[in-house]
């Protein structure tokens, strides 16, 4: 195990509002540091924006603005929605600050001087009117500009190209001896049958056909294209090469420093590709990890503003809480895989894990303990009932699984392993009646030790919850009056260290949600549909 860790998502692209497929990627990005950070791991956690190209220069014009005070208005509402998840990244990186700026060109000199870059041209269907190219996917096979609508023409400008040729053995070479590189692993099987096995074209790294971008030095006329500009970003926030020399080897060269992207299926191509060879092109390691997500998508389709089928996060944590999107989110789509947003299972999920199974489990409890016990958490005595021992050791299991899975980020699975935990307490409830060890004097020893299981139990899921309840997981262990020594990750081993505080008044975590209700709100915020 690695002592280190640096956790990376995407830098987004502010063209528009960010909305809950965004939010996706960075809270489980934010699940993975915390939990780290629990476990008494340093991690530094890195997202940002990838704010130039032609699209921002365009749309900046309409809005009547310049480029920069057009992404500036766009990246404030990031920090915002970042905010409002606590979202407890390190730093947000955005490709049009100097310290990225003078990076990057530095970067594309070293290429350069390597003889990895050359002066070639780029042959596309050019707009005259809107002054761009554009692929043969959005030209269509009409070949109409996507933006005017007018006939486009194959035109031919300078660019530079980095010589991918060069370096594909070497990436061949690299996924054979690091076969975890990407996960999941089918999409390592499709970059290498789709893309490298056909022939690599050079990759073209300018453009002189718009001016939002960082301008080359050697030749200022060319701006820096997409992939070199916005990739590089993992490294230059880390203060690459010359700007914090310590920070960058303590979790970029520091093989101690396990390195993970998260990213979207539709980037794999250059994160995996392209990535590890400007890496090696400058004498870099190379990250151990790249995790491909899913999409979260409405039903069967991309989420789209123009499809009116956009959820926008900020109403949702209004009116649900924090906890409730994060858990959601987390929760709902298997990690690797797609998912799809509806506001049925939305409501589903928080009922069912939520305030039925955690809320209605420490709601319980408490209840019990002061009926039976005037509040008082009984000193736990080891095995007593015939249930004891079973659910000792399933939580026992249970922090061991947990603790695998989000080391392997399959984050999903792991907070389904809490959830069963939670259950088990409940069946717990079933198997020892509290209720009728009560009526029954000569069993006081049997429903104390059933108090005391169960308040472990709920302090264990409620410290493993920790990374993702952020709020209602402190309210739990408040609640039990957990003592502040004990909220440290090392005491969740030894099951039975509570014992002896008096609760607090009991509160609902998660009010149970009326379906039909909240369904439909979340519809109207949906558009209607
Ligand atoms: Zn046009």
Redesign the pocket.
Known sequence: MKKRFYITTPIYYPSAKLHIGHAYCTVLADVFARYKRMRGFECYFLTGADEHGQKIERNASLANKTPQEFVDGIVEGFYKLWDLLEISNNDFIRTTQERHWLRVQEIFTKLLENDDIYLGKYKGWY?K??E?FWTDTQVGENHI?P????E?QIAEEEAYFFRTSKYVDRLLKFYEENPNFITPESRKNEMINTFIKPGLDDLCISRTSFSWGVPIRENPKHVIYVWLDALTNYITALGYNTENPELFDKFWQDEECEIIHLLGADITRFHAIYWPMFLMSLGLRIPDREFIHGLLMMKDCKMSKSKGNVVDPYPLVEKYGLDAVRYYLVREVIFGQNGSFTPEQFVERINADLANSFGNLLNRTIGMMNKYFQGQIPEYKGNVTPFDGELSSFAKAVINRYELCMDDLKITDAFIAVNELVQRANKYIDETTPWVLAKDESKKEELASVMNHLANTIYTAAILYQPVLVKAAEKALDQLNVPQELRNYENVYKFGVLGGQTVNKAEALFPRLDSAIEVEFIKNLMGGK
């Open positions: 707009c009117d809107c761009a500009c933006d005017c609508g007018r486009v």
